[in-house]
């Protein structure tokens, strides 16, 4: 499904609970290009990689991908949740390829900087094609919907509605993957 349509999904259940008048859900996602992703109604936030660029394959029969992860930064909780896959071991050893799901305490410092590092991530107007960077995309979550941003890098594929920037997401990942490591 596409970020469009789980946001019409969430505008409908909005409407069925409150009624036809009710519900109205404007302005809880931002859309406007240099608009923060960050608005009030925001619970929770998911930055997810689908593998991509020069990463190249893990070896034939390895139990995950570690192009393939995603991080979960919940805004009511100082927690933050991993999924992806560890490399424990010889990087040309399959066995070496372990799925790991974390789901950790974060201190307060961490919890402001994850949360800084979310509201500096900007909707963007840019259409390019890039070619050597991870197909990434941001998931927000309000109390009823959720919006998924694609990365502008590869904004030229129409597969999102709305786009954030390229700087923006490599800087939250880089805050995620320092907290996380």
């Not at 990365?151 to 509605?161: G, K, L």
């Amino acid at each position: 499904m596409t970020a469009m349509g789980h946001l019409r999904i969430g505008v409908l259940a909005a409407l069925a609970a409150g009624g036809c008048g009710g519900g109205n859900l404007t302005g809880e996602f931002a859309t406007a290009p240099g608009s923060s992703v960050l608005t009030p109604a925001i619970r929770k936030v998911t930055l997810t990689s689908n593998g991509g660029g020069f990463h190249g394959s893990p070896p034939a029969g390895a139990a995950c991908d570690p192009s393939h992860w995603s991080y979960t930064l919940p805004l009511d909780t100082k927690r933050l949740a991993f999924t992806g896959c560890r490399i424990v071991g010889d990087q040309s050893l399959p066995e070496s390829y372990v799925p790991a799901m974390d789901d950790f305490s974060i201190t307060d410092a961490q919890f402001e900087t994850a949360t800084a590092a979310v509201r500096a991530v900007t909707v963007s107007a840019n259409r390019q094609c890039g070619a050597d960077a991870d197909f990434r995309e941001l998931r927000v979550e309000s109390a009823g919907a959720a919006l998924t941003y694609g990365d502008d890098f590869y904004s030229c594929v129409a597969n999102y509605d709305h786009f954030v920037t390229f700087d923006g997401l490599s800087n939250l990942a880089s805050v995620f993957f320092g907290i996380g490591q």
